[in-house]
């Protein structure tokens, strides 16, 4: 599916029907997470499959989800982290989001969960002896029938010009030079990628020939890290999509603070 498509769908799905994948489907998702493993060569992070779904929401009643309530999925994946390097945290988010595109593309809704906050014992006992560095869980499995007379509820998303900045920061782009410059789209359709409670961290700096990716936050939060890695997936795909064939570059984090504000920058792509 055309990306941008995707992303104007792509929504957290909170309520699944009970029924699970059929044991060939599940089959493909183990082919998908040994070849993301593999073929991205991700040293640092371990993805597995959970198939019985019930164990996992059982345990985690009460602990996880949304609000306080466990969301329950016939199947989850977790993924666990060899450790907390802002490196391996960019990369859980880009790479579970490449995950996530694919599980959607079988008809699945998808759910990120942060499970970072539960005790040892409680992800041993959930997740394997071997799972104590267990961070996030996706539930996922098909969505249920939705009320067409019912409005669902919905994530709203921050305007173009409230995250593109032209030059320095708070100088904001006008949507018309960003269509000048042939990065509209890129813009316009990255907003809709999820971020921890929707918080939608990420500003762009567009100076001299480059893009700046900038964190603004007024309380640091280690998933801040996981929510850059999802934007700049979704970024590569749209620019790519576009003609710009360029990739994200990490760099040395700088900060400045504007009123009750910090910008973190954490990465550069040059067009
Ligand atoms: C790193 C990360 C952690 C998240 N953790 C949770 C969570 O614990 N519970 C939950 O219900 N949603 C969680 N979400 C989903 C976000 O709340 C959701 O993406 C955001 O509200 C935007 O909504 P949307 O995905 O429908 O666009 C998480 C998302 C990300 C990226």
Known sequence: MIISNFLTNRKS???????????????????????LLTEEDLEHIVVKLYENGKIISTNLEG???????????????????????????????????????????????TCWINVGNLSDDLKKETFGEDMANVE????????????????????????IEEIVYDTEVDNFFTVEDLEAKGLMDIFYYVRFA??????????????????????????WYDSILVDAGIAMYYFEQLATYDGFNSKWELVDSQEIKIDEYTYRKIAEYKL
Do not use: C
């Not at 450790?83 to 490449?98: A, V």
């Not at 409670?197 to 900038?214: G, H, S, V």
């Open 13 to 35: 799905v909170r309520d699944f029907r009970d029924k699970g994948a059929n044991p060939d489907v599940l089959d493909k998702i183990k082919e998908i997470i040994k070849n």
């Open 63 to 109: 602990k996880a989800g949304y609000g306080g309530v466990m969301i329950d999925s016939p199947h989850y994946i977790a993924i666990s982290l060899k450790d907390t390097e802002e490196k391996t945290l960019i990369e859980t988010g880009y790479y579970t989001e490449k995950l996530v595109t694919e599980i959607i593309n079988l008809d699945f809704g």
């Open 136 to 159: 996030y869980l996706l539930a996922f499995g098909k969505a249920k029938r939705k009320n067409p007379f019912k409005e669902e509820p919905y994530s709203v998303k921050k305007g």
């Open 194 to 219: 999820p971020s921890t409670k929707n918080l939608q961290p990420w500003r762009f700096l567009i100076k001299d020939n480059k893009i700046e990716l900038l964190l603004r936050y007024n309380q």
